[in-house]
């Protein structure tokens, strides 16, 4: 296709088409899958007419095939159907409009589908996005919800009744958008997106009445599902259908089995709330009341102690051991005084008994020499020395005269 072209010398329409439609003759045939949004039959005609839908993507692309490529699964296929189609791809010069010349159109069973939803689901899982971590909590009382749903859903009105008959203050912000089909996916998508983008919205509430494996294939696309995994705000899934649960339910930080749950987990009851908070201040005025009587029962306690009863009954007691205390101490020290003052009386009788004095009363006198030593026997004197005698009323002189023979001990007094 690559041509020299310019603002001078420009190709015709006709000229483009034509290359288009040359590149497109030499592509092979292609196998397709998409949903079937419109399909033409009309009676008498060899050519069936249909739209095959992208359901992730805004996109569709016209398949034409013959009557009986067609009837082969006509009892099977309708608008609205997932089919696999072989096709060529086709250019159409005068219209310059791209169509598929289907050889061969095979519908898609629920097994297949599970089986593709099941490898998906493994692939998000591995990327972390089914991780608990990621999951965040919901407020305890939102003042504004944002719903997404069908319109004038028996799924709006549960969880709308159900949210004001527990809370009548809550708001909503309700998005209406479709729930199945081909143009399900990116208007929930835009719809979760657009609300996740107001800063008043609290939580997001996605709910759907249940419904077949194929009505809830939008719910387990894969664009929703990476939608609500980067939202800011608090994803609920309330998709209402037990046995198969679409990947939203992974994906959602809460899972609601119903709307009708959803609006019970969502949003608190006030009824329940009054009651709580009867039950917590009932607690709190008995452990208050508790309190109070357990420190009134520990100061009644220690009043009724005797120290604190008559605080000079302890000083009283106290005065009383010290008079006992001091009274013994002066027994004690008057016996040994007493006792002292005897041994010393006894002990001076002996002192004066055994003195030189009372000795020399008993009629003995102490002989001295002129130097002051007393004489302690006859040979420390000689004959004519003078001695003085020390007797009980005084002294006298004597002296020594020579001893007889008949008496070697004998002394002459001469006074």
């Not at 490529?69 to 005068?94: C, L, M, Q, S, T």
């Amino acid at each position: 296709m690559a041509v020299n072209t310019s603002a001078e010398t420009p190709l015709p329409v006709g000229e483009v088409s034509r290359l288009i439609g040359g590149w497109i003759d030499r592509l092979g045939a292609v196998w397709v899958e998409g949903q079937i949004t419109q399909l033409s039959r009309r009676p008498g005609a060899g050519v069936v007419f249909l739209t095959l839908r992208d359901p992730s993507h805004d996109i569709s692309v016209g398949v034409t095939c013959y009557r009986q490529v067609f009837d082969a699964v006509a009892d099977v296929v309708g608008e609205g159907a997932r089919v696999v189609v072989h096709a060529k791809p086709e250019w159409y010069a005068p219209r310059g409009q791209l169509s598929l010349r289907a050889a061969e159109i095979r519908p898609v069973g629920v097994g297949e589908l599970l089986a593709r939803l099941e490898q998906l689901k493994k692939s998000l899982a591995a990327e972390g996005l089914f991780a608990a971590e990621r999951k965040k909590p919901l407020p305890f009382l939102p003042q504004l919800v944002g719903l997404v749903c069908g319109r004038a859903s028996a799924a709006e009105r549960d969880v709308l009744e159900n949210a004001r008959h527990r809370w009548p203050a809550v708001r909503f912000e309700v998005r209406n958008v479709p729930v199945q089909g081909v143009y399900a996916v990116p208007q929930v998508v835009g719809a979760v997106q657009e609300l996740d983008g107001m800063p008043d919205v609290d939580v997001i509430i996605v709910a759907r009445g249940g419904g077949s494996v194929e009505d809830l294939l939008p719910f387990s696309d894969e664009q929703l599902v990476r939608a609500v995994a980067a939202c800011r705000t608090p994803v609920v899934s309330a998709i209402g259908h037990e046995p198969d649960n679409p990947l939203l339910d992974h994906v959602a930080d809460l899972r609601a089995s119903t709307p009708t749950d959803a609006a019970k987990r969502v949003v608190p009851d006030v009824g329940e709330e009054l009651e709580r908070v009867r039950m917590l201040r009932d607690r709190a005025r008995r452990c208050a009341r508790a309190l109070v009587e357990r420190e009134e029962r520990g100061l009644a306690h220690t009043l009724a102690r005797p120290s604190m009863e008559d605080p000079h009954r302890m000083i009283e007691v106290r005065e009383e051991q010290v008079t006992s205390l001091a009274e013994r101490s002066r027994r004690t020290l008057g016996h040994l005084l007493d006792r002292a003052e005897s041994e010393l009386s006894h002990t001076h009788a002996r002192v004066v008994a055994l003195s030189p004095a009372a000795t020399l009363k008993r009629g003995y006198a102490v002989l001295q020499r002129s130097d002051g030593h007393a004489v302690r026997g006859p040979d420390e004197v000689t004959a004519g020395e003078a001695l003085r005698a020390r007797v009980a009323a005084g002294e006298f002189s004597v002296r020594v005269d020579s001893p007889d023979e008949d008496d070697s001990q004998g002394e002459e007094v001469d006074g």
